[in-house]
C-alpha cells in the first residue's frame, strides 16, 4: 500500500529556511520520482520540483534559486529546503509520487505559515 | 513553459445532470493531460491519467477527452458525493503546470 507522509514546522519566520520531510512506504524511491506541490490558502496547485528515481532533480524556476530537494533512500524519505522564506510562501505542501510525469499518490500535505 | 487555461471557475449543478470542464494548453501536448479532484480539506486525488485512461476503482460516470490543445472533463449523472474542485495537469513537459482549477458544487 502506496503511503506518503508529510511532516515539518508548521509555523515560520520569515527569513527562515523551511525543511520538510515526506516518508514513504509502499514503493521505492529508486523506482518512483516524488514531486512537492504547493497550495496557498484557499488558491490552487503549483509544482514545485522533483526528485526522479535515478536522484537528479527537476526545479519550477520561480523558487529554484531558493528550493532543494534530496533523499534518503535508505530511510525512504524525501527533503524539501526553502530559503528565504516569505509570506507568500505560506500554504499546504504536499508530496506526490510520480508514475511518470503525473502524480498518482499523495500525501495529506504540511500546512506551513510564514508571518513575523 | 506550457501554459493551462482551465474553465470555467465554479459551476452550481443538480443532481443528476452532466458536467463539463474545458482546459486549454498553449503548447501540443499530445494526450498528456490528467484530471485530479481535491475534496474539501483532503489531498487531490488522480481520477484520469493520460491517453483519457480512467484510474482504477474510479466510476465510469467520469470520462475525458481531448488531444493537443484542446481537453474535455465530464462527469455524467452528477452525484451529491462529486462536490469538490477539480484540477486539470499537464505531464508532457517541465515544468508540471495545473489548471487554475474548477470549484463543483451540487445544488
Known amino acids: 500500500q502506496v503511503q506518503l507522509e508529510e511532516s515539518g514546522p508548521g509555523l515560520m519566520q520569515p527569513s527562515e529556511t523551511l525543511s520538510l520531510t515526506c516518508t514513504v512506504s509502499g514503493f521505492s524511491l529508486t523506482s518512483n520520482g516524488v514531486g512537492w506541490v504547493r497550495q496557498p490558502l484557499g488558491k490552487g496547485l503549483v509544482w514545485m520540483g522533483t526528485?526522479?528515481?535515478?536522484?537528479?532533480?527537476n526545479y519550477n524556476s520561480a523558487v529554484q534559486s531558493r528550493l532543494s530537494i534530496s533523499r534518503d533512500t535508505s530511510k525512504s524519505q524525501v527533503f524539501l529546503k526553502m530559503n528565504s522564506l516569505q509570506p507568500e510562501d505560506t500554504g499546504t505542501y504536499y508530496c506526490?509520487?510520480?508514475?511518470?510525469?503525473?502524480?498518482?499518490?499523495w500525501g495529506q500535505g504540511v500546512m506551513v505559515t510564514v508571518s513575523s | 513553459e506550457t501554459t493551462v487555461t482551465q474553465s470555467p471557475a465554479s459551476l452550481s449543478m443538480a443532481v443528476g445532470e452532466k458536467v463539463s470542464i474545458s482546459c486549454k494548453t498553449s503548447t501540443d501536448i499530445d494526450d498528456d493531460m490528467n484530471w485530479y479532484q481535491q475534496k474539501s480539506g483532503e489531498a487531490p486525488k488522480l481520477l484520469i491519467s493520460e491517453g483519457n485512461t480512467l484510474r482504477p476503482g474510479v466510476p465510469s460516470r467520469f470520462s475525458s477527452s481531448g488531444y493537443g490543445t484542446d481537453f474535455v472533463f465530464t462527469i455524467n449523472n452528477v452525484l451529491l458525493g462529486d462536490e469538490g474542485i477539480y484540477y486539470c495537469q499537464q505531464s508532457d513537459n517541465v515544468p508540471f503546470t495545473f489548471g487554475s482549477g474548477t470549484k463543483l458544487e451540487i445544488k
Open positions: 506526490a509520487r510520480h508514475e511518470y510525469y503525473l502524480f498518482d499518490y
Open positions: 526528485i526522479w528515481a535515478g536522484g537528479s532533480t
